[in-house]
């Protein structure tokens, strides 16, 4: 029997990386097997999506395996709605323990933050799986933007020079308020984060060219 949003579902895990899409198909398969009614609502997310979701505290990790194409949150639906309260249900459970030994680690184990909505694929580690047999939409998600390089405290003025320049030279990034007062025009003395995207090579060459300059770098960090 086909699952309530099958075909969601099968967009969602679509939208993965390579490895992890693999083990979510099967996945998904033994959910239709064995009648476990699943709706996958998310599975690949941006960066600005994720920015949010921490702004709103259901998220607290800029390094979150979503962002990679590595992750999935799941939801069991029941009566044709979905069930928040579903995650200790036997079938519910079976599905975990389907999914863990498929290799996925499941965030209702984890101490601290909780979050049992969430699958993750590790593969070789955080932003390793790859997305070489997509095609289209998808690719948009480029696997090379893996490493930050950020001056943690500068100026709003030098932040926005330093976007220009590096985004002149073909680079991924953006500056941030450290204090965010929504509505408020930035002034040049405010405090902003300028930050680099870039894969990890051209991470320490920017990393060294504005220590150079004499910025101080927060050591750059794998997203
Ligand atoms: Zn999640």
């Known amino acids: 029997m086909a699952l309530t949003y099958q075909k969601r579902n099968l967009d969602n895990i679509a939208k993965l990386a390579d490895n992890t899409k693999a083990a979510a198909l099967k996945w998904?398969?033994?959910l239709v097997?064995?009648?476990?009614?699943?709706?996958?609502?998310?599975?690949?997310?941006?960066?600005?999506?994720?920015?949010?979701?921490?702004?709103?505290?259901?998220?607290?990790?800029?390094?979150?395996?979503?962002?990679v194409g590595q992750a999935l949150d799941f939801v069991l639906v029941r009566n044709g709605d979905t069930d928040w309260n579903g995650?200790?249900?036997?079938?519910?459970?079976?599905?975990?323990?389907?999914?863990k030994l498929l290799g996925f680690e499941w965030g209702g184990d984890w101490s601290g933050f909780v979050d049992k909505p969430h699958l993750q694929f590790k593969y070789k580690g955080y932003?390793?799986?790859?997305?070489?047999?997509?095609?289209?939409e998808n690719n948009k998600v480029s696997t090379s933007f893996t490493d930050k390089v950020t001056i943690p405290n500068t100026a709003y003025w030098q932040a926005i020079t330093l976007v220009q320049e590096y985004q002149a030279k073909g680079f991924k990034c953006y500056a941030d308020p450290v204090y965010y007062k929504p509505f408020e025009t930035p002034k040049d003395s405010d405090a902003y984060r300028f930050v680099v995207e870039t894969d990890y090579k051209n991470a320490s060459l920017v990393s060294m060219e504005l220590k150079a300059r004499g910025y101080t770098l927060t050591t750059w960090e794998t997203m």
Do not use: C, W
């Open 28 to 30: 998904h398969a033994f």
């Open 87 to 99: 995650y200790k249900r036997p079938e519910v459970q079976k599905a975990i323990a389907e999914a």
């Open 33 to 67: 097997t064995n009648n476990i009614d699943i709706l996958i609502y998310e599975t690949i997310r941006t960066e600005e999506q994720q920015r949010q979701n921490v702004a709103k505290g259901v998220s607290q990790t800029m390094k979150s395996y979503h962002l």
């Open 127 to 136: 932003g390793t799986d790859t997305f070489e047999k997509q095609e289209g």
